[in-house]
């Protein structure tokens, strides 16, 4: 069972009670979790598989904002928003299971465990943090160094017991990700091919040493 940080202040039984009272939901690859623009009622907390965040540009392109995994939690943002509404699109990347708990629980959590909130600040500033990193890279980092930065972060997070790693994600997201066009993403993909690092097979990408 992954550790969700927004659960930590919890005692063990505590967290028990709180996920006996989320709804276990199952979403299949390629299955739309929440639209932009649905009423803002439920955060995710990820047990496994992989959600991607997407967000739909002003010329019809849609743009991966970020992807969440086990022991990360999807969907707070819209429940601390006066408006109630999602600001983003998520879709699942792979087959994928959450605990999914509705505004009720969620409010109830924050008002008996106010060290929730805390974490919930520092949670949203990890996150400004992160968005302003990723704003310097894609204004003053050169494009593929950006797609092999990202190859080496995501394997980093996928890395198995072998040292190596199975990112399921297409060149599309990864073009999306990493804020250049699919013909980079290729070049640089085929560039590690030749030094035997990876293999691409379709909708996965797997790496067999550090991207780096």
């Given amino acids: 069972m992954p550790e969700w940080p927004i659960l930590s202040p919890l005692s063990e039984a505590e967290k028990r009670d709180v996920l006996a009272l989320a709804r276990r939901r199952r979403f299949a690859r390629g299955e739309i979790v929440v639209h932009r623009d649905d009423p803002a009622d439920t955060m995710h907390l990820v047990r496994s598989g992989c959600l991607a965040i997407r967000v739909l540009t002003p010329v019809g392109d849609m743009a991966t904002l ?71 890279d894609a204004l003053y980092t050169p494009a593929p160094r950006r797609v092999a930065n990202l190859i080496a972060a995501l394997a980093e997070s996928y890395r198995d017991g072998s040292g190596g790693a199975t990112i399921p994600l297409t060149q599309e997201d990864l073009a999306s990700l990493a804020g250049t066009s699919r013909l980079t993403v290729s070049r640089v993909l085929r560039g590690m091919r030749e030094h035997d690092r990876i293999e691409v097979s379709r909708g996965k990408l797997v790496v067999r040493e550090p991207a780096g």
């Avoid at 998520?90 to 509705?102: K, P, R």
Wanted: hydrophobic letters at 45%.
């Fill in 66 to 136: 970020g992807l969440v995994g086990p022991g990360d939690a999807v969907g707070e943002m819209g429940l601390l928003r006066s408006e109630r509404a999602r600001t983003a699109t998520i879709q699942a990347l792979a087959a994928t299971e959450t605990y999914a708990l509705n505004r009720q629980t969620f409010d109830r959590l924050r008002r008996d465990h106010p060290a929730v909130d805390a974490l919930l600040v520092q949670i949203l500033a990890d996150r400004v943090a992160e968005l302003t990193e990723r704003l310097v």
